[in-house]
């Protein structure tokens, strides 16, 4: 089945510096990669997603891109801000016994410092 | 919409004790999930629904767990008997159509501390 690795599991950035958050899969026929944003005490929340058929996708200050030969993709914040702190997870769709189902990621806690 | 509804939002029980835990999907929505999050394990997947009918339960982590959704609009996740290790915020989740081509929409979670 689908497995999902994630990093780093922290990241701590000053306010307006950038922050990468790093995700392989290895099931090469997943073709769907959201990614959600927890907030401390609050459900996980769909921030953006891509599908394998493009390799970029941006939404204002956030955007996530696909390599699909290497099997990861990657969400980007740039200009950092306070309430960008929070839990973030990708996800990929699973296959097999799993099919149908998102496979999520440890998560990465991000910190940005005022 | 009021979005996906859980009850109750905490509970605290004793070793041992039924616990069950409800749901309430978006209306229209044919897909319903049951995750468990925790620290050290992150969120996993436990079981999820397309139409009322459980799909994939290999993420239950044993048969103290059991979970049914009798129609569209109502699940429940139990365990029966509870034992402090099952403590864990459970998220119910919905989503319209095919499973993992759309976003799936999380309820407040419940916060369940078994002592």
């Known amino acids: 089945g689908e497995n999902v690795e994630q990093h780093p599991s922290t990241l701590s950035v000053q306010e307006g510096d950038s922050a990468v958050i790093k995700c392989t899969y290895s099931?090469?026929?997943?073709?769907?990669f959201p990614w959600y944003k927890q907030e401390l005490g609050k459900r996980p929340q769909l921030i953006i997603d891509?599908?394998?058929?493009?390799g970029e996708k941006k939404d204002q200050r956030i955007a996530v891109t696909l390599n699909k030969t290497a099997k990861h993709f990657s969400l980007h914040i740039t200009e950092t801000q306070p309430e960008d702190s929070a839990v973030y997870f990708c996800a990929a769709k699973g296959y097999g016994g799993s099919q149908g189902n998102l496979i999520f990621g440890k998560g990465t806690k991000l910190s940005v410092k005022p | 919409d009021a979005g996906v509804i859980q009850s109750p939002r905490h509970e605290v029980t004793e070793m041992g004790q039924e616990v069950t835990l409800r749901c309430k999907p978006i209306?229209?929505?044919?897909?319903l999930f049951w995750y468990r999050q925790t620290m050290m394990r992150g969120l996993e997947l436990l079981i999820y629904?397309?139409?009322?009918?459980?799909?994939?339960d290999s993420g239950m982590p044993e048969d103290r767990f059991s979970a049914k959704m009798p129609n569209a609009s109502f699940s429940t996740l139990k365990i029966q008997p509870s034992e402090p290790r099952d403590s864990a915020v459970y998220f119910c989740a919905s989503s319209l159509g095919l499973a993992g081509y759309n976003e799936q929409f999380f309820g407040p979670g419940t916060r369940l501390t078994v002592l």
């Open positions: 209306s229209g929505h044919d897909y």
């Open positions: 099931d090469s026929a997943s073709n769907y």
């Open positions: 891509i599908r394998s058929n493009v």
């Open positions: 629904f397309n139409n009322n009918v459980p799909i994939d």
